[in-house]
């Protein structure tokens, strides 16, 4: 252990020097201030003189800082050494405590750095204390601790490294209990600042020691999510992979047994969420992520990476419990990385495994009225969003393969769309991008190619009988009133015998009904709502209406639609329906089969069967 | 120090008074010594300082006096620089005021032209 030595008594002289001279520099500064206001005032036509007074204000206060701290450095020599000489003397570590204590604002790098490796382990030492006590409230602590130390990342590293993974799971856990829910506590956001500056290693190439232990096992994990939770500070990119990978692709905050500060107010889980959105936020990282190895070359460039797949569809569907806004993030983020594309536009092997991992897993997220799990507003968006960009893929999978492949992808698809019909925005966006899709197939239709048109047609029939199963009302209460109704009968059996029990059996399963049909939710109107806004068939008649059959030309004149524009403005109201009804009345015959072949083509395709 | 021309009769005179600019050049002289002094005292009080100091803190004072050092000097210098700055403003008076004078004598010679003009037309 190395010394320090000063003779306190000259630190004192030099402070009580250099505060003499500095008060006479102030003072030939306010004699110059004066002369210049003068000057100023009585020699406006004698140009510009630019007095230095800043720099000499800067100066000023540059010695009387170097005083007072050497004055201070006196000071702590003073309280550190315990001897009577005129020299004093004392350990490094001392003198550095004794800084800590009595003179923060001594507490700068250039005295410090030297002993950071022992005061890292003093605060430590604290840390592993207030651990072991159960100590949730670490304002003293705190205090002790300069702001110029926790913002030097080797110190952050070296007091982690010094408390150890287990104290330090343990610590962030006691603190966490001991904070109101949903209240930002100085405390843990102290730590996770700690966290966030100390995580990765100095050069930048991934987490320290301390930290992939950390995320070596559940506890460690949970601190971790509780840390990241509590700031925005970011962490390098490669250790930000490394914690996103270990803590919500590999594992999850539910999985991991979840903790009540990572729980919203509804109770949802959301432990992940931190972390998911910010390696969203990282370009390429959400889908390095999500497929784990890098595209492979190799396979049916037209087919889906299956590994990728699975890892996505295990992912999603894991998170059937969770909030799954961080789930969200990152799948967006994979789905608008260009890697998801080639140049042409068209999904990549790896692109086509997140659209299709993501469809697998969400449609296996359980439906059941009441159940924990379920597809919330940020996932439902999502699955909208891959079910309106990618439905053409989608739903020409339900048409190829084996039966049973093509019965399970089909079956799939009315999954997911039954989760975003239980969220009007998600399941009305979806909608509109449905009308959207037909006016484009019609249009390719007359052009000549009929698949665009028949897989539109598939996406309405799938949408209808999606929203279809949505709209059926829940009923909650319906697994207690069994028990209760089952209960009652064979009370009521055992009491009036079997003829008895068997009248009173039926009064009870009236009554089970009539409870079961009062409590049950008001159904939904996804499905009215998606018929109405594909009602009408003007985009078909306007497809028509830009590619004409030969020989048949348009009739506007007498037909109650002036031109294109006006058809194209027509809406779904009854008066809309009608004025379409007129228009194909006075259209030649061609016309008229022409749209009715468009309109007989879509609605065959809408009765999907695999 | 250079001198002011008066104003002639009828030119503006400029506003400035000499005795005020080499009084602020006299104050900012005397500030750059009060700064020079303070980094005198500062280098020996710090000699006396570092006997028997030894440790980080010593070799952080170090770094640091040298900067607050090098502050001191240069803040010194550009004082010097002002009063100089201010010393050479009664050159711009100067210049200013002979300005109003020229302008002043040439009114005065058109004026006589003007009036020998009206003498040769009027028999």
Redo the contacts between chains.
Sequence with gaps: MSQSSARPAELHRYRRELQRVEEHVADAEHAARRSSQAFADACPDGGAVHPPFHAVGAACAALHGLAQRVGQVGDAFLAADQGSSAVAETSDAQLAHVVLQHFPRLAVPGILAPLLPRLATDVAADLRTAAETGRHDLTDLRAGVPATLTADPAFCRAVLAATGTAHLAALVDVVARGQLPGVASTDLVWLADLFARGAGRADGRGPTTVTTDLLADAGGRTAVRTLRAEVDRPLDHATLEAVARATAIEASSWTDGGHPRLAGTDGVDRGDDAILVEAASVPGLALRLLAGTPDGAAGDPRTPDPGTAARITRIVERNGTTSQVGLAALLHAALDDPAARDPSGARTRTGLAVVTGVVTGIARIPHDDGAPAGVRPDLAGLAARVVAGDHRTLVHRTTRGRLATRSERLEELRSVVHHVAGWRPPFDALAAELVVARRTAATEHVAGDPLALALAGRLHGVLAEGAARADVPQRPYDPVLRVAAFGASRAAGARFGRAGGAVAGRGIDVVHRRVSDALAHDPGDAAARLARATASDRDLALAVVDRPPAGATIVWAGSGVADRASLAALGTGRLDHAALDQWLAAQEPPVRAAVAELAAAYRAARAPSP | MPTLPPAVDGATA????PA??A??A???D??A???E??AR??DA??G??I???????????E???L??RE??V??AG??R??AE??R???L??AI?QHGHNADEHARRRRNAALLELAEVRVP
Excluded at chain 2, 14 to 17: A, K, L, Q
Excluded at chain 2, 51 to 61: E, H, I, S, Y
């Design positions: 400029v506003r400035f008074d005020t600019a009084a602020l006299t104050s900012l005397a500030l010594w009060r700064l002094t303070a005292v500062e009080a710090f006396r300082a006997a028997d100091w030894a440790g980080p803190t010593r070799r952080w004072a770094e640091r006096r900067a607050v502050e001191t240069r803040a550009r004082c620089d002002a700055e201010a050479r403003s009664v711009a008076a200013v």
